[in-house]
């Protein structure tokens, strides 16, 4: 089941709940091109995978350039080596994807940083799959900028997790360590 609801924490805002427009499709149950819209969702993430290979397709086209695909990389996909497709993709994608398998598997922070720091991306970067609440302050620290939790997920406790920490002790794509007063 997906949440109808996500957490969006840009990077020089605050958290907020917000309308999630995405469904993430996984193209495994369904033979040919992007599924139907089910459940209110008018956008579609596709997985990179399959985003390789249909990316050139009269309906695939007719759809991004109504900003209504974008892709998710799956934990074990190597970024770097389609970096000429995903240089490609930036400018087409208003939101990417990283998915979380199983939520021990922390593979997906660093798609989000890669994304960030080496390929300049700037558009929205979604944890999606097996995301927990114990997720979001890292995730947020290394690029995610939007959260689509496990539909078991409270949201309210989740927001609480933001404001959790007033020091941050490292450097992070949302900016420099906090100076501490000596």
Known sequence: MMNTQIIR????????????????????????????????????????????????????????????????????????????????GQKLWPVVGAHFPIFRDGRSFSTAALLRDRFGFDQEIRAVGDVLIDQLLQGARCGFDAFELRSDQNLDVAMKQFDLFSVTTQNSWRGKRSLLEV
């Open 9 to 88: 924490f840009p990077r020089n805002g605050q958290p907020t709940v917000a309308s999630n427009e995405w469904q993430v499709w996984d193209s495994e149950r369904d033979e040919g091109g992007i599924p139907d819209l089910e459940h209110g969702f008018s956008k579609v993430l596709a997985p990179f995978h399959w985003w390789i290979t249909h990316h050139q397709n009269a309906d695939v086209i007719e759809r991004i350039n109504k900003g209504e695909i974008g892709v998710w990389f799956a934990a074990d996909d190597d970024i770097l080596k389609h970096a000429d497709l995903i240089e490609a």
